[in-house]
């Protein structure tokens, strides 16, 4: 823990038998409204009333939240013999027909399979592609005329998961998109976010998944005639850790996995930093100047993308003030002391990573949108604990690099090639959770028109 400005080594605190706080709500709803808001917000000032340890209620339930800097080293310390996921996300299984879907394992088997997939869901993966993902966001912007009011996390959903379906997979997306974003949210709302489980016997569910499938099942039959050497090859010659060929439900839940990621996570971040860069005028001549000097290089690469500090440092801030994932559930298998209490086993828990991000001992200022936290000499993020967007320990997002380097290809070629502007000069963007938090669907920007080639 930090007490007076020093670390002390965890564990500080003996295990004790206090009651866990549990934070004022309303009757029925308990603390649902808030959450549904802002729910790192809500949980950020429940962990500044209550310590690093509260409980919320929510209909039907009450969960059990660590939260703070401390609650993110710990989780870095606690191995899966101590918090699981199996026993959590059983309906992942259940949906996708697969006891092998990676987001579903603990350990040894998530460490093995992730070892697999890693190298062919990196940012080198992307790098390989970029002419290709410049062209289908040209395509997308050429037919968008001055006045025009575009939908942005329709644009960026489209954008990032027919990049990243050819970046992996070699497989335009085109008019599968639909299918594939409904059956993600329902997939995720009712399998992780509590949403009701009976949204997974509609008919429109159920008809996106069996689309989805099939879509799946073409992409691995034209990889098994005709191969090559991405993520789909890779799976058509891995093993399970018994030697047996990965087939069936379970090779088709690895080959959807990055086109699932890509509707879930890139796209709202995306929408985030473009509201962020068009509200604030010298960060956006920052960072148009960069994108127009990548641009006017010879060849378009990963190197060239890395050199955009300004844009880099505000996909970072955009990171730390929007996280996607701000809170992991776990299953408790075994007692263990944090804060003052015990966490029992046999219960589901919260660990609220992104509290940290809006600590002001860690940030100051946290509600400031400000890139140069991420530069030398601040570097904030380094402070042990203190960013969390892809989650912590072994078990971090391991597309990290891919969903960064997308994140920025988009923003930039966007901005070099038109001008766009928000709705109202005083235009405030308004968060939903649908089934994870996301700009609203209603969020648009306008086109004022193409950029005129900068000299």
């Known amino acids: 823990m930090t007490r007076g400005g020093r670390r002390v080594r965890y564990p500080p605190d003996p295990v004790m038998e206090t009651t866990i706080p549990r934070v004022p709500g ?11 808001r802002d729910p790192i917000g809500a949980m950020t000032r429940a962990y500044q009333a209550h310590g690093p340890v509260f409980e919320i209620a929510i209909p039907g339930r009450r969960i059990t939240i660590l939260a703070g800097q401390d609650a993110n080293l710990l989780f870095n310390t606690l191995g899966s013999d101590t918090l699981q996921l199996q026993p959590i996300y059983g309906k992942l299984v259940e949906e996708t027909r697969s006891a092998r879907y990676l987001p579903t394992l603990d350990e040894p088997d998530y460490g093995y399979y992730r070892r697999m997939i890693k190298p062919r869901m990196s940012r080198e993966s992307l790098g390989a592609h ?16 001055a006045g025009e009011q575009v939908p942005v996390l329709d644009l960026m959903t489209r954008l990032c998961v027919e990049i990243i379906g050819r970046a992996t997979q070699g497989t335009p997306v085109g008019a599968e998109l639909d299918d594939i974003v409904l059956f993600t949210k329902r997939l995720i709302g009712s399998g992780v976010a509590f949403q009701p489980a009976f949204l997974l016997r509609l008919p429109d569910y159920l008809r996106a998944r069996r689309r989805f499938e099939a879509f ?24 399970t850790p018994e030697g047996e060929p990965l ?64 844009l880099y440092g505000a996909c970072m801030e955009t990171l730390r003030m929007y996280p996607i994932a701000g809170a992991l559930p776990r299953y408790v298998a075994k007692d263990f002391a944090f804060g003052g209490h015990t966490i029992r086993a046999g219960q589901m828990v919260f660990i609220a990573t992104g509290v940290a991000h809006f600590l002001p001992a860690l940030y100051p200022e946290p ?7 991420f530069f030398e000499p601040r570097n904030e993020h380094r402070q042990p604990g203190a ?11 391991l597309s990290a690099g891919m ?3 997308l994140i920025m290809l988009v923003t930039a070629t966007l901005l070099h090639h038109v001008e766009l502007a928000l709705p109202r000069p005083d235009y405030e963007l308004r968060s939903e959770i649908d089934p994870i938090p996301g700009p609203h669907k209603r969020f648009r920007v306008r086109v004022l028109g193409p950029r005129a080639a900068p000299s």
Do not use: S
Not at 26 to 36: E, K, R
Not at 254 to 276: F, M
Not at 367 to 373: A, G, I, T, V
């Open 403 to 405: 969903g960064e380097a």
């Open 247 to 310: 087939e069936g439900h379970d090779l088709l839940a690895y080959v959807h996995l990055p086109l699932v990621n890509g509707v879930a996570y890139a796209p709202r971040l995306c929408g985030y930093l473009l509201y962020e860069l068009l509200r604030a005028p010298e960060l956006l001549r920052r960072v148009r100047d960069e994108a127009d000097a990548l641009f006017a290089e010879p060849e378009l690469t990963l190197a060239g993308l890395r050199r955009m500090r300004w």
């Open 26 to 36: 309303v009757p029925l709803l308990g603390n649902a409204l808030d959450l549904a």
């Open 367 to 373: 509600r400031r949108f400000d890139p140069e936290r």
């Open 130 to 145: 970029l002419p290709e993902a410049v062209g289908v966001i040209r395509d997308a912007a050429r037919g968008w005329r």
């Open 216 to 239: 799946l099942q073409r992409i691995v039959d034209e990889h098994r005639a005709r191969p090559g050497d991405d993520l789909v090859d890779l799976l058509l010659q891995a093993k």
């Open 387 to 397: 960013f969390a967007p892809y989650g912590l320990g072994p078990r971090t997002c």
